[in-house]
């Protein structure tokens, strides 16, 4: 079974500062990573995936997160937000011999303020 | 190109009744997928089906069906509702099978509320 572990249920943070969200999984198989965006009355977005290759993956919007098998981590970054990054945030994973169950995790409130 | 649309986009309904929700995948998708968010988590998964077959299914009882037509269009029942199964419910297209290999596009969404 796997599981997703968003560390921070809301990150407020100020318009042009970082933000990193955190993401932790555990699996006993080996499993593909996501993170999703979902604005305001809105379905989720894909920013980014990780299959396999460099650990660092570059997604839409100038987010990037980094894989870290030994911790077991997905991390998400974004060295300069916007207020229109105001969104919920959630990583999720999926076997890699799964076809489309997506497991997600609770999410993460990001909130952008001037 | 129009993306994923859902319908009705709000509903309520009472305990016991039961209820059908609609998904109109981006043309030439074929796979449908279907989840449950509950208000504070994470969308759950419910069902996939690819070309009109039912290809997974997450750990929902027998109350929740779903079926795809030849258009790939896509209802979602859910019968003998409880409070429990309110929560905004979306529907997610992609052109293959593989969401590893190809990009999923949710819909915004049916809202529903059970009283």
């Known amino acids: 079974a796997q599981s997703v572990t968003q560390l921070d249920s809301q990150v407020p943070v100020f318009e042009e500062a970082p933000v990193e969200l955190r993401c932790n999984y555990s699996s006993s198989v080996s499993v593909y990573l996501f993170w999703y965006v979902q604005y305001p009355n809105q379905g989720l977005q894909l920013l980014l995936k990780?299959?396999?290759?460099?650990?660092l993956v570059k997604g839409i919007n100038g987010f990037e997160a980094e894989f870290n098998k030994s911790q077991t981590s997905f991390h998400l970054r974004k060295p300069s937000v916007h207020i229109s990054d105001t969104a919920e945030y959630f990583c999720?994973?999926?076997?890699?011999?799964?076809?489309?169950?997506?497991?997600f995790g609770a999410g993460t409130q990001v909130v952008v303020t001037p | 190109d129009a993306g994923v649309t859902q319908s009705p986009t709000h509903l309520i309904k009472t305990r016991g009744q039961q209820v059908t929700l609609r998904c109109s995948p981006i043309?030439?998708?074929?796979?449908v997928s279907w989840y449950q968010q509950v208000l504070g988590q994470g969308p759950q998964f419910i069902f996939q089906?690819?070309?009109?077959?039912?290809?997974g299914r997450g750990n929902f009882p027998d109350r929740f069906s779903a079926r795809q037509f030849p258009n790939y269009s896509s209802e979602l029942n859910v019968n003998a509702l409880l409070l429990g199964d309110s929560a905004l419910y979306l529907c997610?297209?992609?052109?293959?099978?593989?969401?590893?290999?190809?990009?999923?596009?949710f819909g915004p969404g049916t809202r529903l509320t059970v009283l």
């Open positions: 990780y299959l396999s290759g460099s650990t």
């Open positions: 997610a297209s992609s052109l293959e099978l593989r969401v590893t290999t190809d990009t999923q596009y």
């Open positions: 043309s030439g998708h074929k796979s």
């Open positions: 089906y690819y070309e009109k077959e039912e290809r």
């Open positions: 999720a994973v999926i076997r890699t011999d799964s076809w489309g169950k997506l497991q």
